[in-house]
C-alpha cells in the first residue's frame, strides 16, 4: 500500500467505523467489534505510515478551499507522534469500554462508542492537518464530539459540566479561527511550514499570538482550566480519552504547532514570545499541583495533574531549542501511557469497589494488586522517577532549559515533580501498607478482565518506553522534526 493510501486509511477509519457503529447499535456485539477492528486498522496504518515519514512527509490533498488554502493532510515527523499515540492508545481504551459500560450496565452505549470514534476521527485529523483552516475544522468537531461523552450521565452535574465545557471550547475555537484568518490576511497560506511563515509588525504578531493561545483553551492552562476538573463526571474512559488520547493534547499540539510551524524559532525569540509562554505554563505547573494537593476526589486529583503536566509540554515548547523540544514531543506519548494508566485504575477502582475518594482507599492495594501495581507505575512515571518513560522526557526538558540558560525554568520544573510525588506516592503507600477493607461490587467478573488487562499493558509501556523509548518510533520521529526544524540531527 502506497504511503498515501495509509495516510487516507488512517485518518477516515474512525469515521467510517462510526457510521457502522450507529447502523448495528441493536448487535451490541458486532458494534463492539468494529470498535476493536478500527482501533487496530488505523493503528497499524499509522505505524506503518511513520516508518515512511522518517524517510520524509506524505501529503494528500483533498479539495480546495480558497487561493492558497487546501482541504488537505501531511503526515510529518512531529504530527505522526500525536497520531501514533492515539491510535495506540485507542485500541486498549476500546477493550476497557466495553468492560467499564457493561459492568455498570450504563445507558446510551452506541452513542458512547460513536463519539468516541468521531473524537479519535477528529484527533487524527488534526495530527495529519497541513494547514491551519484544515486543523480548525478537525478542531471544532473534535470539541462536538466529545460533548456527548462529557454530559454522558445526564444527570444535572453531567449537564452543567457539559455546557462549562462547550462554554469554554467554542469561543477558543472561534479565536482559533479569527487567528488563522489574519495569518492567511497576513500571509496568503496557512500551511504548517518547518522554520515559519509569519512575518509583519511585531505588535501585530504579539497580539496574534495571545490569540492563538486564547485558541488552544485545550491545553487547560490557567486560568482557562475549570472545564476540565468538572468534566471528571464523566465515565472514567472518557476521562481517559479527555487527558491522555485526544483532546487536551490536541491543545498542546496545537500550541507546539504553531510556535514551530507558523511563527518559527527566530520569530519567536525575537519577538520574546517563549519567555510569555514560559510564564503560563511555570505559573500552571505549580498552581495545578497545589490544588491536586488538597484534592480528594480521585479523577479530580488525576485532572489536576494532567493541567501539569500539560504545561510541562508547553514549557518544553518554550525554550525553543531541540533538546526541550524533543523533551516536548516525547512527552505527548510518554505522558499519555502514564496518565492513562492512572485513569484506568481509578476507573476500575470505582467500579470494583464503588470508592471514588484518595481518602477511601487505604489498603485497598492487598486486595487489588495488580490495579495498584499499575497504578503505581503511572505515579512515579508523573513524578518523573525511573522506570518509567516519564523520567526520559522530562530529563530531555530539563536538560533544553540548561542549554536555554534558564535556572528559574528547570527550578520550575523540578519544584513542580517533587509536587507530583507529594500527591500521588501517599496514594500508594496507604493503598499497600495500611489497613482497610474492600467489599466487592456485584458484577459479571468478565468485565474485571476487560479493564485490567487494558490497565496493565498502559503500565508496562510505560516502563518499556523507559526501557527504549524508540519502541513506537516516536524518538526516532521526534529527531526527524528536530532535523527539519534546525537542519541537525540530534
Known amino acids: ?73 501531511k503526515a510529518d515527523a512531529f504530527g505522526t507522534i500525536f497520531a501514533v499515540t492515539s491510535s495506540s492508545l485507542w485500541i ?76 469554554y471550547l467554542l469561543p477558543s475555537g472561534g479565536a482559533l479561527l479569527a487567528a488563522s484568518v ?39 492552562y490557567m486560568p482557562l482550566h475549570s472545564w476540565l476538573p468538572t468534566a471528571m463526571v464523566a465515565p472514567a474512559p472518557v476521562s481517559a480519552l479527555l487527558h491522555a488520547v485526544a483532546v487536551v493534547k490536541a491543545g498542546v499540539f496545537g500550541v507546539m504547532r504553531v510556535v514551530y510551524y507558523i511563527y518559527g524559532v ?48 508547553m514549557l518544553g515548547a518554550a525554550m525553543l531549542n531541540p533538546s526541550a523540544f524533543i523533551g516536548a514531543a516525547m512527552h505527548i506519548p510518554f505522558h499519555g501511557y502514564m496518565k492513562i494508566t492512572l485513569f484506568l ?37 508523573m513524578s518523573g522517577i525511573p522506570p518509567a518513560a516519564g523520567f526520559i522526557s522530562k530529563w530531555y526538558i530539563a536538560f533544553g532549559t540548561i542549554n536555554a540558560d534558564n535556572l528559574l525554568a528547570l527550578a520550575t520544573i523540578l519544584f513542580a515533580s517533587l509536587l507530583d510525588a507529594v500527591y500521588f506516592l501517599p496514594i500508594v503507600r496507604n493503598a499497600f501498607f495500611r489497613g482497610g477493607s474492600l467489599n466487592f461490587k456485584e458484577f459479571d467478573h468478565i468485565y474485571y478482565i476487560y479493564m485490567i488487562v487494558p490497565l496493565t499493558v498502559t503500565a508496562i509501556f510505560s516502563i518499556v518506553l523507559f526501557l527504549n523509548p524508540d519502541t513506537l518510533n516516536v524518538f526516532e520521529l521526534a529527531k526527524q522534526a528536530v532535523n527539519d526544524l534546525w537542519g541537525v540531527g540530534k
Open 345 to 381: 485504575c481509578a476507573g476500575a477502582i470505582a467500579v470494583i469497589s464503588g470508592k471514588d475518594k484518595v481518602s477511601e482507599l487505604d489498603g485497598l492495594g492487598k486486595s487489588l494488586p495488580l490495579t495498584f501495581a499499575a497504578f503505581t507505575v503511572g505515579a512515579i512515571g
Open 182 to 220: 489574519i495569518t492567511y490576511w497576513l500571509t496568503g497560506t496557512t500551511d504548517f511550514k518547518a522554520g515559519g511563515i509569519l512575518f509583519g509588525d511585531e505588535f501585530a504578531l504579539k497580539a496574534l499570538f495571545i490569540l492563538f493561545l486564547l485558541g488552544f483553551v485545550k491545553a487547560a
Open 1 to 73: 500500500m502506497r504511503a498515501e493510501e495509509l495516510l487516507i486509511l488512517a485518518v477516515f477509519t474512525p469515521g467510517i467505523a462510526s457510521i457502522f457503529i450507529l447502523l448495528l447499535r441493536k448487535h451490541p456485539n458486532l458494534r463492539e467489534a468494529v470498535t476493536i477492528a478500527a482501533s487496530i486498522i488505523s493503528f497499524l496504518s499509522i505505524f506503518l505510515l511513520s516508518k515512511e515519514v522518517l524517510e520524509g512527509p506524505v501529503e494528500v490533498s483533498l479539495f480546495s478551499i480558497a487561493p492558497g488554502i487546501d482541504f488537505s493532510f
Open 92 to 167: 486498549l481504551v476500546s477493550i476497557y469500554s466495553i468492560g467499564y459500560m457493561r459492568a455498570l450496565k450504563e445507558h446510551a452505549q452506541t452513542r458512547f462508542f460513536f463519539s468516541f470514534a468521531v473524537a479519535l476521527f477528529s484527533a487524527f485529523g488534526i495530527a495529519f492537518s497541513k494547514n491551519l483552516i484544515t486543523f480548525y475544522v478537525f478542531y471544532e468537531l473534535l470539541t462536538i464530539s466529545t460533548y456527548p461523552l462529557v454530559a454522558h450521565e445526564e444527570s444535572k452535574e453531567a449537564i452543567s459540566a457539559g455546557r462549562r465545557y462547550l462554554a
Open 266 to 313: 527566530e520569530l519567536m525569540s525575537e519577538l520574546n514570545l517563549g519567555a510569555i509562554l514560559a510564564i503560563v505554563a511555570g505559573f500552571t505547573m505549580i498552581v495545578a499541583n497545589l490544588l491536586a494537593i488538597g484534592e480528594d476526589n480521585l479523577k479530580r486529583r488525576i485532572a489536576y495533574s494532567t493541567i501539569n503536566q500539560l504545561s510541562f509540554i
